[in-house]
């Protein structure tokens, strides 16, 4: 078996790894990785969304400590190329038969005074951005040096981090390197919308320290500009040190030479990504670095691949502002022309770059909306397929769609997935896109081209269906607008006219839902009844041995002690196990449907109101102390939690929705693992939404920021309707948003800006559910044909079921196994 | 109001002792309730929207829960259905075979409707 050795544990490295030990089938391989950093690899294109809510799991690549030896934690200190050798800092010494340099880059610190002061930082790794946050703690003012494409998305995160953001270019415009002084202007402009100064043209030429030797401000040409954190992206340098050191000679603008098969002088020595020197060109993007790792990985198990050079198109969100830049962006080509689109009142700029007989298609940049970005940028270098301003004129991308593009023509330029291949993987049976997505890999890296695979399927004749059942040919989402459309009251008008059959326990509870959701009275009222599961039916939760347990809510999870008492006696009186949720209520368990009644009287009269247990509704909001009594508190979460729970007690939804507020960012609620969380600032209320996600687990992002107590409330009202009125059937909040086109951003567009139009109608819809709010419990108690329901036997109305019996665990009852009594043998299990 | 019954007449054999169940009224379409038999033994009775009625062991063969009339009626391409609400397990209401499992049948009582009230017998078929 043949010794890999892979210096460095970046993404370079990690596809190097998962190409390679994919395709090794014949183990031919051993591969070690050595990193210095103290985590798995992870995904470091996507760093900035640590700020905008991903947790660090969310940053985790594919784990390949099964097919690889990693060791993290560890630097290479030498390598000896003669004796074929390895050093690394703790004194190890691995010999090799190839190795990889995956080195990377380091970040460039431009050589001002004061650039090692504390709260002076790069923007390279997780640790950075951990140190960047904690001096963001006791700071007012962020800047950053450097006004390219890492230095706006490091600005963004010094603004989520709620200071007051500048950004310092040296060139006349943000992002030369990307786009061209048109659309840096409105970029400019947009970026400005947002709270973030831009100053071009301008010179860092000092870091000046405080009183307490940590960075204060900025010398500017002149100026002063305050500034507690001061983040550098003035561009990077590549990693070869280590290669200088070994005797092999760096590219003309550093970095480790390479030829086309990404091999340096020394045979047995390949370099990949930002620390290589392709043909004198070091590329800082995964698109070239995954090019680079899967020529070398063919090329060790004998293949010919070579890399030839790579496509530096990026589109990205900056700011939450939508920047793409593609081919010849610049114009360099000899004679080419530009068309170009700039519409500064509806904040969009778009240029394409033609060849000097408007022909061919060289490049563009699009700002503001890059929604044409997935359509045009594999016609780079191609005939356009008609007049270049009808294709970037509003409403006019739908005229460069896959269909009028070639088998080889790259859709996803991250995995370097062709059409062709795609097309092949659709006939294959890939039938919708995440078949797609794993049959190919397009589409898993920036995203960008999903809808051009949503298309190739539409385009295929694949139908993606959306049916909720066998009965109703609708989604969700679908149903709930026809209901709400046609003011339908009942299931079987829904399914007469829209659905065939009888139903059943997929689309019944569904509907049920709807009608809840939409305001119909009481959920066993008429024909409602017979919709509901057995919770919904018995207004509590069906348990094993088919008792059920109540819930009484506790909004907030404040109690007064005679309610506590009232809780501990009904739980006493009635032989009922209790146990504390993890929702700071009380469950009481072990009640027989004939019981409920008198149960849900005892607590009623106390002043109690059901907890929605049961239901796909809202269950409870979780709250620290806040600052009622707590040292650290800096806003009241127990009266926002409160109010919060009693504005949104009974709202039914595709599935359960929790919620939390804590007092301060110490987070004592767990509010970021709930489908809402509100977590204090000094300033107000930030608000996350979409946490939890069940088997998924998932951690709640940051919606919006430092908002006040009405506007809190705004936000949610829309954000919740919205989810009702959207959501597939049992679908999470979390699992929602992921399915969202767009994402986060387009969440925050429709229920901060408003995008869609819609968000009064949500507020009044919200609006009505409050009004309309009644305590299901007293419903029935206040109902005597609804009452006769909750017997045990039809025929024996208050005859213990038979098979329910109990047994005693730490002083309190809990269920034996059912008892099968007179159970015939007709009914047999084998 | 006599009839509609589930399959064979109820006195083939030996005539089943009838038990009272419940009166028209209360029996819902598509909603069931639980019957408590001589025996100990319990049935899950239902009207269907055709007015058809049946009657099933209450027990969930797969969890042993004495729950099934609780569950929801519906229908799978036509044929009446009952899901289990333990753990959504379908069941056909004509014969009691499970749709998820070949090997697990329930027992099917005869039901019958006399003077507003609604029987079922004390002993499957």
């Known amino acids: 078996m043949a010794r890999l050795i892979v210096i460095g544990n970046g993404m370079a490295a990690h596809r190097l790894v998962d190409a390679l030990t994919r395709a090794d089938t014949a183990g031919t391989w051993q591969a070690t990785v050595i990193g210095e950093e103290p985590r798995p690899a992870y995904d470091r294109v996507a760093l900035s969304s640590y700020f905008d809510g991903a947790a660090e799991t969310d940053l985790a690549l594919p784990d390949l400590s099964g097919r690889a030896h990693i060791r993290t934690g560890e630097r290479a200190t030498a390598i000896d190329r003669a004796a074929k050798t390895v050093t690394t800092s703790t004194g190890a010494v691995l010999g090799y038969d190839t190795l990889v340099l995956a080195t990377g880059s380091t970040p460039f610190i431009p050589p001002v005074p004061g650039a090692d002061l504390p709260g002076c930082h790069p923007y390279r790794t997780i640790d950075d951005l951990d140190a960047i946050t904690a001096s963001a703690r006791t700071a007012t003012t962020g800047a950053v040096i ?238 356009l397929p008609g007049d270049p301003l009808a294709l970037i004129s509003p409403a006019g991308t739908d005229t460069a769609g896959p269909a009028a593009l070639p088998d080889d023509a790259q859709i996803c330029s991250c995995n370097a997935v062709t059409k062709g291949e795609l097309c092949a993987a659709i006939a294959g049976g890939a039938a919708d896109v995440p078949a797609l997505k794993a049959a190919t890999c397009a589409g898993t890296s920036c995203g960008s081209c999903v809808p051009m695979l949503k298309t190739l399927l539409r385009d295929a004749g694949v139908e993606q269906s959306t049916a909720l059942c066998e009965h109703f040919a609708h989604s969700r989402a679908e149903l709930m607008e026809i209901v709400r459309a046609t003011g339908t009251t009942a299931f079987s008008e829904l399914i007469a006219r829209h659905g065939t059959g009888r139903g059943c326990d997929v689309c019944k509870p569904a509907v049920a839902s709807i009608l809840a959701s939409l305001g119909n009275g009481h959920i066993l009222t008429g024909e409602q009844a017979a919709l509901q599961d057995t919770n919904d039916h018995f207004l509590a939760n069906l348990q094993r041995n088919g008792t059920y347990s109540v819930v009484p809510r506790i909004p907030g999870g404040e109690i007064t002690p005679e309610r506590l008492i009232t809780i501990g006696e009904v739980a006493r009186d009635f032989g009922l196990y209790t146990k504390i949720t993890g929702g700071q209520r009380i469950d009481l368990l072990g009640a027989r449907v004939e019981q409920l009644p008198a149960i849900w009287a005892r607590l009623v009269d106390a002043g109690f109101e059901s907890g929605h247990a049961y239901g796909k509704a809202l269950r409870t909001v979780k709250s620290c102390v806040g600052t009622t009594w707590c040292r650290y508190g800096v806003q009241d979460s127990v009266t926002m939690a409160i109010d919060l729970e009693l504005r949104y007690r009974g709202l039914r939804a595709p599935h359960k929705i929790k919620a939390a507020v804590s007092g301060c960012a110490r987070e004592c609620a767990e509010a970021r693992s709930k489908d809402v969380g ?106 005597p044909d609804k009452l006769a329901r909750f017997v045990s036997f039809s025929n024996a109305p208050q005859a213990p079921d038979p098979t329910i019996s109990f047994t005693t665990v730490r002083d309190q009852p809990v269920p034996t196994a059912p008892v099968h009594l007179g159970m015939p043998a007709a009914a047999s299990r084998t | 109001m006599t009839a509609p019954t589930t399959a064979p007449a109820p006195s083939r054999t030996a005539a089943p002792a009838w038990v009272p169940a419940c009166p028209s009224h209360r029996l819902q379409p598509e909603r069931g309730v639980a019957v408590l038999l001589p025996g100990g033994a319990q049935a899950a009775l239902f009207r269907t929207h055709d007015g058809a009625l049946y009657a099933l062991d209450n027990t969930d ?50 039901v019958r409707e006399h003077d507003g009230r609604v029987y079922v017998a004390a002993r499957p078929h």
């Open chain 1, 146 to 383: 450097g006004g390219g494409l890492l230095g706006l998305e490091a600005a963004n995160a010094l603004r989520l981090l709620g200071l007051d953001t500048h950004v310092v270019e040296l060139a006349p415009h943000l992002m030369p390197a990307q786009i061209d002084q048109g659309a840096a202007a409105l970029l400019a402009r947009m970026v400005a919308d947002l709270g973030v100064t831009a100053h071009t043209g301008t010179a860092t030429t000092a870091v000046r320290p405080g009183a307490d030797g940590r960075a204060a401000a900025l010398d500017l040409d002149g100026t002063t500009l305050p500034a507690q954190v001061v983040v550098f992206s003035a561009g990077i340098r590549p990693r070869d040190d280590l290669a200088r050191a070994a005797g092999l000679e760096p590219g003309p603008r550093g970095g480790i030479a390479v030829d086309d098969t990404c091999r340096t002088p020394d045979p047995a020595v390949y370099a990949i990504g930002e620390c290589a020197s392709h043909r004198g060109t070091v590329y800082g993007l995964l698109a070239p670095a995954n090019a680079m790792a899967d020529t070398v990985a063919d090329r060790l198990l004998g293949g010919t691949a070579t890399f030839t050079g790579a496509d530096t198109s990026t589109k990205l969100k900056l700011l939450g502002v939508d920047v793409a830049s593609f081919g010849d962006a610049h114009g360099r080509t000899e004679g080419a022309l530009d068309v170009v689109v700039n519409d500064a009142a509806s904040r969009r700029y778009a240029k394409l770059v033609v060849s000097d007989d408007a022909t061919t298609l060289l490049g563009g940049v699009l700002v503001g909306d890059a929604s044409g970005y997935a359509a045009l940028r594999p016609l780079v270098g191609r005939k």
């Open chain 1, 678 to 783: 509100v977590i204090a600032t000094d300033k107000g209320w930030n608000l996350y939404v979409g946490g939890n996600g069940g088997f998924t687990p998932r951690h709640a992002r940051l919606l919006a920021a430092d908002l006040d107590d009405a506007t809190l409330i705004r936000y949610i009202d829309r954000f919740l309707m919205f989810y009702i009125r959207t959501a597939d059937r049992l679908q999470r909040t979390a699992a929602w948003l992921e399915s969202l086109d767009g994402g986060l951003d387009h969440l925050r567009a429709v229920v901060v800006d408003d995008a869609l139009g819609i968000a009064a109608d949500l507020e009044a819809d919200m609006a009505a559910h409050v009004a309309g709010y009644r305590d299901e419990w007293r419903g029935v108690l206040e109902d």
């Open chain 2, 61 to 110: 063969p797969f969890t042993g829960a004495a729950v099934l009339s609780r569950g929801i009626v519906g229908d799978r391409a036509g044929e009446p259905t009952l899901a289990s609400p333990m753990l959504k397990h379908r069941f056909a209401l004509r014969t009691g075979a499970s749709l998820d499992d070949p090997e697990v049948r329930l027992a099917t009582y005869p």
